[in-house]
C-alpha cells in the first residue's frame, strides 16, 4: 500500500528539539515536492516547510531560523529538524507529497511543547 508515516513527536519542553520523519511506503520520494503542515486546536491548517524535488526549501516565517526540511539519502524519508521549540509550536504534524497527479498524507504526529 502506497502511504506516507509521519514519526518522531512527542513531548518537549521549551527550547527544545525533535526531529519528525515523513517515510514513504512502497514508492519513494525522489520526484516528489514535500510538505510539512501544522493544525493546532481551534486553528486552520498552515504550511511550515516546503522543499522541492530539486532541493530548494521555503519555510513559514514563524519557523524561519529553527526548522529546517531536508531530504534522507535513502530518498524515501524526508525530515523536518526542529530547534528551540515554542509552546505554539505544539499541533498536529503532517507531511504531505506531490508529484502531479499523485498526491500523498500522512496521518500526522502530535507535538506538544510544553514545561
Known amino acids: 500500500q502506497l502511504q506516507l508515516v509521519e514519526s518522531g513527536g512527542g513531548l518537549v519542553q521549551p527550547g527544545g528539539s525533535l526531529r519528525l520523519s515523513c517515510a514513504a511506503s512502497g514508492f519513494s520520494l525522489d520526484h516528489y515536492a514535500i510538505s510539512w503542515f501544522r493544525q493546532a486546536p481551534g486553528k486552520q491548517r498552515e504550511l511550515v516547510a516546503h522543499?522541492?524535488?530539486?532541493?530548494?526549501?521555503n519555510y513559514a516565517d514563524s519557523v524561519k531560523g529553527r526548522f529546517t526540511i531536508s531530504r534522507g539519502n535513502a530518498k524515501n524519508t524526508v525530515y523536518l529538524q526542529m530547534n528551540s521549540l515554542k509552546p505554539e509550536d505544539t499541533a498536529v504534524y503532517s507531511c504531505?507529497?506531490?508529484?502531479?497527479?499523485?498526491?500523498?498524507w500522512g496521518q500526522g504526529t502530535q507535538v506538544t511543547v510544553s514545561s
Open positions: 504531505n507529497g506531490v508529484f502531479v497527479p499523485l498526491n500523498y
Open positions: 522543499i522541492t524535488s530539486g532541493g530548494s526549501t
